[in-house]
């Protein structure tokens, strides 16, 4: 059974930083893209960040050049290092794995206060 599992979430400052962590885990065949997502409270969840195995990647307009998206394939894990953090990145944060069919982390709660 594949499991997602984030970390790194937490209440920072406008302009901190934060490193959100997605392991896979279970019975695992080749992992295609992996990215994240959020929803914030009233909203519907959007994209990110994603990045394909081989490592290209691709962001939301209102994250390049804060947010960096990267993987390891050797460790199954799928990272995103958040700069420059703004109030209204204040979200869950989600992981999703394509598996063969899409898989989803359980999400991780990201407060950036003003």
């Known amino acids: 059974q594949v499991q997602l599992v984030e970390s790194g979430g937490g209440l920072v400052q406008a302009g901190g930083s934060l490193r959100l962590s997605c392991a896979v885990s279970?019975?695992?065949?080749?992992?295609?893209?992996m990215g994240w997502y959020r929803q914030a409270p009233g909203k519907q969840r959007e994209l990110v960040a994603t990045v394909t195995r081989g490592g290209s990647t691709n962001y939301a307009d209102s994250v390049k050049g804060r947010f960096t998206i990267s993987r390891s394939n050797a460790k199954s894990t799928v990272y995103l290092q958040m700069n420059s953090l703004k109030p209204e990145d204040t979200a869950v944060y989600y992981c999703?794995?394509?598996?063969?069919?899409?898989?989803w982390g359980q999400g991780t709660q990201v407060t950036v206060s003003a």
């Open positions: 999703a794995a394509n598996i063969i069919k899409d898989y």
């Open positions: 279970g019975t695992i065949f080749r992992i295609g893209d």
